[in-house]
């Protein structure tokens, strides 16, 4: 199982980044995918949540500027990001989750910096 996560990188407060977590080695349609991300010194942090159903939830810090979406036939997740804000620096991990099963991305830094 290997989800790798990308697209992370530098932009200034007002940007966009959209990140993307391909998976492979699961059935990625039986799977839930999570966005998280931690910074320096914090603890790791919920963003944003897309079902196998394509519901979706997010953490109120982000609602109305993030959008998470997936695409069942490329087997990869998406965290489009949008206005970034200095606080929403951070390394972000994608994460696959069933009933009995939850797998890792190794993580994509984010820095929102003039």
């Known amino acids: 199982v290997q989800l790798q996560a990308s697209g992370g990188g530098l932009v200034q407060p007002g940007g966009s980044l959209r990140l993307s977590c391909a998976h492979s080695g699961i059935n990625f349609n039986s799977y839930h995918t999570d966005w998280y991300r931690q910074a320096p010194g914090k603890q790791r942090e919920l963003v944003a949540v897309i079902t196998s159903a394509g519901h979706t939830n997010y953490a109120d810090s982000v609602k109305g500027r993030f959008t998470i979406s997936r695409d069942n036939a490329k087997n990869t997740a998406y965290l489009q990001m949008n206005s970034l804000k200095p606080e929403d620096t951070a390394v972000y991990y994608c994460?696959?989750?069933?009933?009995?099963?939850?797998?890792w991305g190794q993580g994509t830094q984010v820095t929102v910096s003039s």
């Open positions: 994460s696959a989750r069933s009933f009995n099963n939850a797998y």
